[in-house]
């Protein structure tokens, strides 16, 4: 290495990437033109943020038929800092075969895998090169993660254990542990946690520093339970969890970064458990808002300007600004809510498809990445704007809605039903929700002031018409009766498990139809909890149930319309699943749960008619279970109630009453917050 090349190392290493370009770009050519030097120009050019010149430089090098070692790592990091994964996966690929003793390399070579085929071809390499895979915990964690999605469970549990016995201090690693045990197989995780080494049945150790990967490790619960019991212990561990959280947060510095970031998960399995939430999410809210209120732009100090129309703003801010059961439901709010009063404006996070363009088309929609700079950005957005109002149509679902909603952004903030549990923000003003599902009791679930919007709640669409494609193309046994069971496998608690095995036990010509979990790799879960319920029934999980893999909307409602009864879920019943087998005329037994989430499909057996509720709406589990029995066996009576369905199912579509509803109750509420003010 020449002198000059030694200096401008040198330069680097002491931050002054500007005299390091100087020192190569003048030094002679036979200097200026070998493969170090040019390699430390890139380096330079990189540091200063000329990723273009580095870029270029890297291109350049590649051409050379052979590389240095040092170069190939350099040309990795370079295309990786530019964006350029593909070659930098590239690069990293080839030293690791050449390079194996390297941990930096493995470490590289994960962060740049991207695509299915780099993850398989990573674990491979790494299965084959890297006897000790708990070396590194970056590496340990990835490859726990390509085992668990290649289904290679057993392997993945290994791998995340002995991982966190040899860093038990890294809140990575025992993320890892942690959820790969709750999620691959929840019927055991309390005891499997309770059971290891290191303490994980507290949520938060004093002991563990706190970053995003403790406070997943403390608020993660699994999908599915054993019993009641087990419930009530995680959310047990979940509280715990938002305590101990909330009791640091005013301990740790936290960089602005680091707050958008603490909380990466919402409470999206906690609302499935058919409790009352309440207590929980108003914890949660509190934590929320101490956290991400900084990050907000003060109000008070920016001027109000006033509408050039005069008219009140009104701003939707989602992630579900697509083809999804939140766009469909709340479409037309966005569409039709304005008038010589109103105006309105849609911020759309996410993913952008033809049913976003389409809402463009009638209304203006600010399209946002759901990137690393989501947050601020959308906050700055929000705050140019200046909306009067923000309705948020389904917090609770993606977090960084969630932190948006969070923080005053607008004077009055609104939610939708979209997520139908309360989102125990002290933000959020007024949660809108259906007249015809809430309870009596309603407004004790929730934190914001509950204003119902009359009948369901939304003006949806009719659904598609389905496919014509038979039952073998769609995978359904040629013969016999099919009960279908359309919903998640998280909405499958204990008791309505016991119900279904009841059922079918009964019953012994009917095929259970269920779907993937959304997660395909995860089936074995879902597989492994179904037996438990089934076969102290004698109902047997190879013979007596299909499953079938996600498909398109049309195929979906094919496969409702063959099958000759739906059930639905305890606790957290069917929406758009419902109303899909509704429109095709299928008979959807319901058993109402104690709050709204549990009522939807009630509520729309009532609005198709009072007596296709008097037969489809169960008073308990016993009641459901004979009323099933009674159903499958009765083949005359089913299809009087397909007919009486399909006469009816216009009632579930396009009310035309919910959007002026909101309209009026948005004008009434700002003109009482003006006159407060």
């Not at 938060?204 to 054993?226: F, K, R, S």
């Not at 809510?337 to 363009?357: C, H, K, P, Q, Y």
């Not at 879902?526 to 076969?535: I, K, V």
Request: glycine share 6%; with cysteine.
């Amino acid at each position: 290495m020449t002198d000059i090349v030694a200096e401008a190392m040198l330069a680097l290493r002491s931050r002054e990437p500007q005299r390091a370009i100087a020192l190569l770009e003048s030094a002679p050519g036979e200097i200026a033109q070998t493969e170090g030097a040019q390699r430390v120009l890139a380096v330079g050019y990189a540091e200063q943020g000329n990723l273009d010149g580095a870029m270029q430089l890297v291109q350049r090098l590649l051409e050379r038929p052979t590389l240095e070692l040092a170069t190939r790592a350099v040309m990795g990091r370079i295309c990786l800092d530019a964006g350029d994964t593909d070659h930098a996966f590239e690069q990293f690929d080839l030293l690791v075969q050449h390079h194996a003793g390297q941990l930096a390399f493995w470490r590289y070579l994960w962060i740049c895998a991207r695509t299915p085929a780099q993850f398989d071809r990573a674990l491979r390499r790494t299965l084959r090169g890297l006897p000790d895979q708990t070396a590194d915990v970056l590496v340990a964690t990835s490859v726990t993660r390509a085992l668990t999605a290649a289904g290679q469970v057993r392997q993945a549990l290994q791998l995340a254990r002995a991982t966190v016995l040899r860093h038990p201090g890294s809140t990575a690693a025992r993320w890892t542990w942690l959820h790969t045990v709750v999620d691959e197989t929840p019927l055991e995780a309390w005891e499997e946690l309770a059971g290891a080494p290191l303490d994980f049945v507290t949520a938060l150790p004093a002991a563990m520093p706190l970053d995003a990967d403790a406070t997943d490790t403390a608020l993660h619960v699994p999908e599915q339970y054993p019993d009641e019991r087990m419930i009530d212990a995680w959310r047990a561990r979940y509280g715990e969890g938002l305590d101990a959280i909330q009791s640091r947060l005013s301990q740790t510095p936290l960089t602005a970064e680091q707050r958008a970031t603490l909380l990466r998960h919402t409470a999206f399995r906690i609302t499935y458990q058919n409790r009352n939430d309440l207590d929980l999410q108003t914890r949660r809210g509190a934590l929320l808002h101490a956290l991400l209120q900084p990050l907000a732009v003060d109000l008070d100090r920016m001027p109000r300007t006033a509408s050039r129309t005069g008219r009140l703003r009104v701003a939707f801010v989602s992630s579900h600004v697509r083809d999804c059961t939140v766009g469909h439901y709340f479409r037309r709010f966005m569409t039709d809510l304005a008038d010589a009063r109103i105006d309105v404006s849609v911020f759309a996070l996410g993913m952008r498809d033809a049913f976003t363009d389409s809402i463009a088309a009638q209304v203006p929609v600010s399209s946002l990445p759901l990137d690393a700079h989501a947050l601020p950005r959308a906050i700055e957005a929000i705050a140019l704007a200046r909306p009067d109002v923000l309705i948020y149509p389904e917090v609770g679902l993606d977090a960084r809605i969630e932190a948006l909603a969070a923080m005053r952004l607008a004077p009055l903030q609104c939610a939708l039903w979209g997520h139908p549990v309360t989102t125990g923000l002290p933000t959020i003003d007024v949660f809108f929700s259906a007249d015809a599902i809430e309870p009596a009791d309603a407004p004790s679930h929730y934190r914001e002031a509950l204003h119902r919007l009359p009948g369901l709640g939304t003006c949806y669409p009719r659904p598609p018409h389905p496919s014509a494609a038979s039952r073998a193309n769609l995978g359904l046994p040629s013969e016999g009766m099919l009960v279908v069971c359309a919903q998640l496998p998280l909405k499958w608690l204990p008791h309505f498990g016991d119900a279904v095995a009841r059922i079918l036990n009964r019953v012994p010509d009917a095929t259970l139809v269920v779907f993937d979990p959304p997660v395909a790799a995860r089936g074995h879960a879902f597989d492994a909890w179904l037996r438990r319920f089934f076969e102290p029934h004698g109902v047997s999980l190879e013979h007596r149930v299909t499953r079938l893999a996600q498909r398109d909307r049309v195929d979906f409602i094919a496969t409702l319309q063959h099958c000759d009864l739906a059930l639905d879920t305890f606790g957290f019943s069917g929406g758009n699943t419902s109303l899909d087998a509704l429109s095709c005329g299928l008979p959807v037994l319901t058993l109402p749960g104690a709050f709204m989430r549990g009522r939807q499909t009630m509520a729309m057996l009532r609005r198709v008619s009072e007596d296709v509720a008097s037969e489809l709406v169960a008073s308990d589990v016993d009641d459901y279970v004979e009323r099933a029995v009674g159903l499958l066996d009765d083949h005359a009576r089913r299809n009087a109630l397909r007919l009486s369905i399909r006469a009816g199912a216009s009632a579930l579509f396009d009310d035309p009453g919910v959007v002026p509803a909101l309209r009026e109750r948005l004008l009434a509420l700002c003109a009482w917050q003006t006159a407060q003010a």
